[in-house]
């Protein structure tokens, strides 16, 4: 088995942006959502992840959300996201997250600036006033209503046919100016905006990489290179000094 060095950053690449998706929480035991054993194997669940399931599916939402929070309270980081974290450490202002994951355990790893592009399975706001939206780790009973308007209130993720925040797509833009090197962990690659991340970075120049245990590259010609075995094993090895 050949061995395969650092990717040198610190030397060789001194902005790195990492685009994470569901992969990189195999191994602290989540689901993925596609693929053997995915979340959205169940019909049902994949039907309520949707812009128009606010409100009339607002409970069923809810009940997945509350099951999602307390499984993944139950877990914890493992070694992929303890490698970035400890990348991001060793290299301030150099290494940048952007995940689709909401299930916090990037920043229970101790990784800073998150960008969240579909937004924290964490996070609570109001369906209806600009109430700020709130850390909330609770799981819901029963409709959980706006202390301000009295509204019913929802998980702060993006749903499906939803847009994502003019924030988090600024912050991704900026990430991406002048990176030097791009991974891609742990992701189908399959959703948008997210998926076109990559084609942003190779178009900025960045080497583009792609850690997943299927290949992609063959498939993807903005990938220069890939690396194909477990996010948590590969990690630690590719961001290390
Ligand atoms: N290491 C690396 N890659 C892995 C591992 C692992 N241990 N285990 C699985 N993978 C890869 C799979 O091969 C697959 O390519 O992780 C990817 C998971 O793909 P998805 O389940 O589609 O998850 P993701 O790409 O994050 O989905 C993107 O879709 O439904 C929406 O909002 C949801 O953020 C999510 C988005």
């Known amino acids: 088995m050949k061995t395969i060095p650092p990717l040198g950053i610190g030397t060789k690449f001194h902005r790195v942006v990492i685009l994470t998706g569901a ?20 019909e049902e669940l994949a039907k309520i992840v949707h812009a128009e399931s606010i409100p009339t599916r607002l409970p069923e939402l809810w009940k997945l959300y509350s099951e999602r929070r307390a499984t993944a309270l139950s877990v914890g980081p493992n070694a ?28 229970r790893a101790g990784s800073e600036n998150i960008i969240e592009l579909h937004g924290s399975g964490f996070r609570t706001r109001c369906t209806k006033c600009s109430a700020s939206p709130f850390y909330d780790e609770a ?4 409709l959980p209503l ?13 749903l499906f046919g939803e847009m994502l925040s003019e ?13 030097d090197l791009f991974l891609v962990v742990g992701t189908s690659s399959v959703v948008i905006p997210a998926a076109y991340l990559l084609l942003d970075a190779y178009d900025a120049g960045a080497h583009c990489v792609s850690v997943n245990i ?7 010609p903005y990938l220069h290179d890939e690396f194909m075995g477990k996010a ?8 290390a000094t």
Request: hydrophobic content about 35%; glycine content about 8%.
């Open 146 to 158: 706006c202390c301000v308007c009295g509204a019913p209130l929802r998980p702060d993720v993006v």
């Open 214 to 220: 299927e290949p992609s590259r063959h498939e993807n």
């Open 167 to 179: 924030k988090v797509i600024a912050q991704s833009t900026a990430a991406l100016r002048g990176c």
């Open 80 to 107: 992929a996201h303890r490698a970035i974290a400890d990348a991001q450490k060793r290299w301030p202002g150099q290494v940048f997250v952007i995940t689709q994951n909401v299930d916090n355990l990037h920043q």
């Open 139 to 142: 799981s819901y009973e029963t």
């Open 23 to 42: 992969g990189v929480s195999v191994a602290s035991g989540l689901p993925t959502y596609r693929g053997p054993g995915g979340l959205w194997e169940n």
């Open 232 to 239: 948590e094993e590969l990690l630690p090895i590719l961001l």
